[in-house]
């Protein structure tokens, strides 16, 4: 479900476990495919804002599960049920994320055709992509 508010975006994944509200004014969006092999098993296509914030409420504990990304620096947020939801980054104690546009059937966005491939950064690289293109993060209790 994609509801617009006045200067924000309500979103949940399919069964509605995983809710998040963004503030993002960009429009359109441009969504990024990861070549990794994670991120193509999950067919995740991801939208990000750095000038805007991402807020998330995990509603029951038990269908959510947190897979920590190779270099140890990112969570993939998945739904039991829906898969990766968003991805999450703590940069110098501030939260980043980028969310799965597909998983939480986004309708406004493009997607940029040239897959990506991060293999070849070093850590410090990854972490200033992030803090300069993803949006801020706040998970809601």
Known sequence: MQAL???SMHLNCKCGNIDIEWD???????????GCEYCTQQNGEF???????????????????????GSGTADFH?????GVVLVTSEIENVLYS????????LKDYTLDPKVKNYNG????????????NWCRAKACI
Request: net charge positive; with cysteine; charged share 35%.
């Open 5 to 7: 508010c006045e200067n």
């Open 24 to 34: 993002t004014k960009v429009s359109p969006l441009v969504a990024r495919k990861c």
């Open 47 to 69: 939208v990000s804002d750095a000038d805007s914030t991402v807020s998330y409420k995990i509603r029951d504990s038990s269908l959510h599960k947190i897979v920590r990304n």
């Open 121 to 132: 950064e070093s850590v410090d690289e990854r972490l200033s992509r992030r803090k300069k």
């Open 98 to 105: 980028v969310i799965n546009a597909k998983a939480l059937s």
């Open 78 to 82: 998945e739904c039991k049920s829906c």
